[in-house]
């Protein structure tokens, strides 16, 4: 979930510090999730969605997915790889 959230955050170009004050949680909180130590609620994955007018099916599907048993759903993968490769191409 942490590198799924993170990526979608890059991707949109928000800072760590905008979206916490959107989502109503610190920057730190944030950090946290984003680096994996600590777990976002449902309700402030429903936030996250919201925000950046996504489904939150799709944030879980793609989290679910990505990391699931080799082969079963690799296009889960693929898509969180390329919105990786997108936002650093960006950078440059």
């Not at 984003?34 to 919201?50: Q, T």
């Amino acid at each position: 979930m942490n590198k799924t959230l993170k990526i979608v955050r890059l991707y949109h170009r928000v800072s760590q510090k905008e979206l916490a004050d959107q989502l109503g949680i610190t920057a730190a909180h944030l950090c946290g999730i984003e680096k994996g130590n600590k777990k976002p609620s449902l309700e402030l994955l429903s936030k996250y969605a919201e925000y950046f007018k996504l489904p939150l099916s799709s944030l879980i599907y793609f989290t679910e997915h990505a990391d699931s048993a080799e082969g079963r759903r690799p296009i889960s993968r693929k898509a969180i790889d390329m919105l990786d490769w997108i936002e650093r191409a960006t950078r440059i």
